[in-house]
């Protein structure tokens, strides 16, 4: 019943930190459209030279992409030019929007035009380490490379003695890093799925603070959904985090994370455009909340990605429910 969608290629894996949890989310894709009676193509990404990965795409004869490639490459707009550049439909945010999302000084620099709340925070790079720059903001702070995803490289800092092995740490993975004021309070994370907010979920971190290993890590992290939240607290970070995503031009899905502080004041962290993609990623828990299951989510992004795009609006796929 979905012979006219043809192929379906899910672009996972890559060179960045993030690979092995994007393997894990391709191959959960797979499964998924599999049973539903796609004919799925996998496609690991083994290089980042734009020409071999065209080749590579080309060559694989699909005819719509599924990125599942979270972090450097496959998160930053890179792929997304060249599939662009081969008129090639895929799934999510273009190009632009991508980068925009991944480089969190734009993204930041965007919400403060747009009056979308986040962190005060300032710019450092290598060759300027003035910390005389950012004490207003205070302490703790959070230092973050500029481009990162799952808190890879980010330290929470407590004592100003602590700053330079985050910087250290930071300037590992970039050449430039956020120094960021510490939201007290209740972190939380919001599902877009075309246009709509899906319900908040509640972050409850075990460890100091939501970092890769607590993310990734069974039994690290307590998930709590519904949100131990008022209902204006929801309604407002659920308009926020809407708000972020079109800010930055995405479409089809995003996860934005925020931070609620004492007085119920929420404040967008960041927006993550290809966010962990497994049935038990935040996404696909607050999916399922509303009712959408692992699979249905899946055909559902197929059909925004051909919905978007002019020659394949005659075949969207039906569901078999």
Same mark, same amino acid.
């Given at each position: 019943?979905?012979s006219n969608?043809?192929?379906?290629?899910?672009?996972?894996g890559?060179?960045?930190?993030?690979?092995?949890?994007?393997?894990?989310?391709?191959? *959960?894709?797979?499964?998924?459209?599999?049973?539903?009676?796609? !004919?799925? =193509? +996998?496609i690991?990404?083994? %290089?980042? /030279?734009? @020409?071999?990965?065209?080749?590579?795409?080309?060559g694989?004869?699909?005819?719509?992409?599924?990125i599942?490639?979270?972090?450097?490459?496959?998160?930053d707009?890179?792929?997304?030019?060249?599939?662009?550049?081969?008129?090639?439909?895929?799934?999510?945010?273009?190009?632009?929007?991508? *980068?925009?999302?991944?480089d969190?000084?734009?993204?930041?620099? !965007?919400f =403060? +035009?747009?009056?979308?709340? %986040?962190? /005060?925070? @300032?710019?450092?790079n290598?060759?300027?380490?003035?910390?005389?720059?950012?004490?207003?903001?205070?302490?703790?702070?959070?230092?973050?490379?500029?481009?990162?995803?799952?808190?890879?490289?980010?330290?929470?800092?407590?004592?100003?003695?602590?700053l330079?092995?985050?910087f250290?740490t *930071?300037f590992?993975?970039?050449?430039?890093?956020?120094v960021?004021?510490?939201?007290?309070?209740?972190?939380? %994370?919001?599902?877009?799925?075309?246009?709509?907010?899906?319900e908040p979920?509640?972050?409850?971190?075990?460890?100091?603070?939501?970092d890769?290993?607590a993310?990734?890590?069974?039994?690290?992290?307590?998930?709590v959904?519904?949100?131990?939240?008022?209902?204006?607290?929801?309604?407002l970070t659920?308009?926020? *985090?809407?708000k972020?995503?079109?800010?930055?031009?995405?479409?089809?899905?995003?996860?934005v994370?925020l931070?609620?502080?004492?007085?119920?004041?929420?404040?967008v962290?960041?927006?993550?455009?290809?966010?962990?993609?497994t049935?038990?990623?935040l996404?696909p828990?607050?999916?399922?909340?509303?009712?959408?299951?692992?699979?249905?989510l899946?055909?559902?992004?197929?059909?925004?990605?051909?919905?978007?795009?002019?020659?394949?609006?005659?075949?969207?796929l039906?569901?078999?429910?």
């Amino acid at each position: 019943m979905y012979s006219n969608v043809g192929k379906v290629g899910v672009i996972l894996g890559g060179l960045s930190s993030e690979r092995e949890v994007s393997l894990k989310s391709g191959h *959960a894709i797979i499964e998924a459209l599999q049973k539903e009676g796609l !004919i799925v =193509k +996998e496609i690991d990404l083994n %290089t980042e /030279k734009p @020409k071999e990965v065209e080749h590579l795409i080309k060559g694989s004869g699909i005819d719509i992409a599924f990125i599942a490639m979270h972090g450097r490459f496959g998160e930053d707009g890179k792929l997304q030019h060249i599939l662009e550049s081969i008129n090639m439909v895929y799934i999510g945010s273009d190009s632009l929007a991508s *980068a925009l999302a991944m480089d969190k000084i734009s993204s930041k620099r !965007i919400f =403060k +035009e747009k009056n979308i709340p %986040t962190p /005060k925070y @300032k710019i450092l790079n290598k060759f300027d380490r003035d910390v005389s720059n950012f004490k207003s903001l205070g302490m703790p702070l959070v230092i973050k490379p500029k481009s990162q995803g799952s808190s890879i490289g980010v330290s929470f800092v407590n004592d100003i003695n602590d700053l330079e092995d985050a910087f250290k740490t *930071a300037f590992s993975y970039d050449d430039s890093v956020i120094v960021e004021e510490c939201i007290d309070g209740v972190e939380l %994370t919001v599902g877009i799925l075309d246009d709509h907010a899906l319900e908040p979920i509640q972050i409850v971190s075990k460890s100091s603070f939501f970092d890769f290993k607590a993310k990734y890590t069974k039994g690290m992290t307590d998930y709590v959904l519904p949100a131990d939240i008022n209902e204006r607290t929801r309604m407002l970070t659920q308009s926020l *985090a809407l708000k972020a995503h079109k800010a930055l031009g995405c479409r089809h899905f995003s996860r934005v994370d925020l931070m609620v502080d004492r007085d119920n004041n929420p404040y967008v962290l960041e927006v993550n455009t290809i966010p962990g993609f497994t049935s038990t990623s935040l996404l696909p828990k607050a999916a399922l909340y509303e009712g959408i299951t692992f699979s249905q989510l899946c055909i559902r992004l197929i059909n925004l990605a051909l919905r978007d795009t002019v020659i394949h609006k005659d075949y969207l796929l039906s569901s078999k429910q």
